[in-house]
C-alpha cells in the first residue's frame, strides 16, 4: 500500500456537461489518468514531490486536450503565453515562469529556476532567455 496520493487537475472546460461528447469526456479522462501514472511512476519508485509533479504536470501540457500547454487559449493579441510555478514544502523553495512563448514545458523551466537560479520568477523573454541558458 503507498503511503502518498497524486491529484492532478485538467482544467475547466468553458462548457457544460451536456456540450461535452462521451468521446471527449473519454479523452480528457485518458489524459488525466496518463498524467496520474506519470506523477505515480516517480513515487512509486521513491521519486521526490516535485518531480512526480513535474511530470505529471508535463503531461497536461504535452497534450492538446488541456490549457496547460499545447492545448492553451489564445490572449488578447491572439497569441499563446504561459505560466508554471512549483515549490518544494520541505526547503520553501521555488520557481515560477509566466508570459512564455517558446518554451515546450513550462513547469520543467519553472523547476529548473528553483533549482538553477538566484530568482524565483522569471517572466516572459528573461524566462526564455534563462531556457536557451539552461
Known amino acids: 500500500m503507498s503511503d502518498f496520493v497524486i491529484v492532478v487537475h485538467g482544467g475547466a472546460e468553458n462548457?457544460?456537461?451536456d456540450e461535452i461528447t462521451p468521446e471527449?469526456?473519454?479523452a480528457f479522462r485518458n489524459g488525466?489518468?496518463?498524467?496520474?501514472?506519470?506523477g505515480h511512476e516517480i513515487l512509486e519508485?521513491?521519486?521526490?514531490?516535485?518531480d512526480?509533479?513535474?511530470?505529471?504536470v508535463r503531461c497536461l501540457e504535452n497534450s492538446y486536450l488541456f490549457?496547460?500547454?499545447k492545448g492553451g487559449a489564445f490572449d488578447e493579441e491572439k497569441?499563446?503565453?504561459f505560466d508554471a510555478s512549483i515549490m518544494d514544502g520541505?526547503?520553501?523553495k521555488l520557481g515560477a515562469v509566466a508570459a512564455v512563448k517558446n518554451v515546450k514545458n513550462p513547469i520543467s523551466l519553472a523547476k529548473t529556476v528553483k533549482d538553477r537560479s538566484e530568482h524565483c520568477l522569471l517572466v516572459a523573454e528573461g524566462a526564455e532567455k534563462f531556457a536557451r541558458e539552461q
Open 24 to 26: 471527449k469526456e473519454a
Open 67 to 69: 490549457n496547460a500547454g
Open 90 to 92: 520541505n526547503s520553501l
Open 32 to 38: 488525466i489518468e496518463k498524467a496520474l501514472q506519470a
Open 52 to 56: 512526480a509533479v513535474e511530470a505529471a
Open 15 to 17: 462548457k457544460g456537461r
Open 45 to 50: 519508485t521513491g521519486g521526490t514531490a516535485v
Open 79 to 81: 497569441g499563446i503565453a
